[in-house]
């Protein structure tokens, strides 16, 4: 990024892209996104005002892996050694972890295991896309044109045929998660959503603020639109920084009424999970827990409501999963290195994608707050919005190494 890029206000990824080699639909790794997307969410109007009848989770990943054949299989473009090497480090991590936990003596189900390194999976995954230029800006605005309304609408009929318009939209499972996957790529899209882009993104406000409830995802929404309408040189930024704070207060406000005054479900969490770190050492707060090791049985008898969550080979048993708060998961699990490991994995995934420092900050952002509240990194919906920012053509032509794939 140039000086004089920088004092026009003007940056490289938030330029439309002026290719038109794939036409206005985009590429095909963009219209499988755009179908698997706007097709789930259509198809979840069975039950409207409830979540998904699809196994989404499946449906998202098998996408990922589809996308991911058809890219090895094809042109290798952009940063291959940038990508080998994010590969080769993620995988040593968690070859590693499996390699201790097999050693540790400690049986732990496969699932339980899984379910607790998925994030650190995940990785290996984002480094794959890494410089694969396979989605573009103009594609992607047009998924989010289609997909945004089908959002406003479900949750404005969740409110309105609920009881006391109590009950939270859902176009593919309980909003906390999925609006991360719809907030991450609205602003990947921003720069290509046209001359009336400052409406869709007032649009996404309403679904956030106004009707999902969601009070993390409101979090994700302000840290999301800080990073992109951060320009203190330019004249209008102290009105949209005021508004900004007139914003913040009134959905306060509403969250505050909405309140019943009762123990929050995260403060429970947060309480066992400091009753977890009681017998820690420095070793264990820097590291984690090598071998998958279960919550005490107190901590799992007070959390018994969320049995559901339990272990899948041992019902008296759980793991840090169940605590929601990815958060104090990756603290008892990985330890703070093991978090640091992961945030500037995926960093430095994006920026060789060439993703700029705001990007980055805005992406990463929007899963650090998600971590407070549910499983952000560890969930197939954080997962997408990474995969389309890694393998997102920033600008300039792809370097194609040999024909063939998926841009095409």
Sequence with gaps: MTTEQLRSGRWPNLEPQASQRHGKHGTVADRLLRCVAVGTALAGWVNITGWSWLPMATIWLALVLLLLACLILGPQRGVPVARATWVAMASAFVAWRAAAGYWGGTQVALADWLQAHKAFIFLIVVALFVGRQCFTGAGLARTMKILLPIVFIDYAATTALTTAGGG??????????????????????????????????????????????????????????????????????????????????????????????????????????????????????????????????????TLSAWAGLFSSANPGQCYSAILHMYVS???????????????????????????????????????????????????????????????????????????????S
């Design 329 to 407: 998961r990756i603290v008892l699990d990985f330890g703070i290195v093991g978090g640091i490991f992961l945030l500037c994995g995926l960093w430095f995934c994006l920026a060789r994608s060439g993703a700029s420092t705001r990007d980055r900050l805005a992406l990463i952002g929007i899963g650090v707050a998600n971590a407070i509240s549910v499983s952000s990194f560890n969930s197939e919906y954080m997962l997408i919005p990474l995969v389309v920012a890694a393998g997102l053509q920033y600008g300039g032509k792809p370097k194609i190494e040999r024909p063939g794939g998926l841009a």
């Design 168 to 301: 939270r939209g859902a176009i593919w499972t309980e909003n906390n998660f999925e609006l991360m996957t719809v907030i991450g790529l609205t602003y990947l899209a921003w720069p290509h959503l046209g001359k009336n882009r400052a409406w869709w993104m007032v649009l996404l406000g309403v679904i956030v603020l106004g009707l999902s409830g969601s009070r993390s995802s409101v979090a994700e929404f302000g840290i999301m639109l800080a990073i992109l309408l951060w320009r203190p040189r330019d004249p209008k930024f102290i009105g949209y920084l005021l508004a900004g704070v007139v914003v913040w207060w009134a959905s306060g406000r509403v969250f505050a009424e909405r309140s019943t005054g009762k123990r929050s479900d995260r403060e429970l969490f947060f309480e066992v999970f400091q009753r977890e770190l009681q017998d820690f050492t420095i070793a264990q707060w820097l590291f984690g827990r090598p071998v998958l090791t279960p919550l005490h049985v107190g901590s799992c008898d």
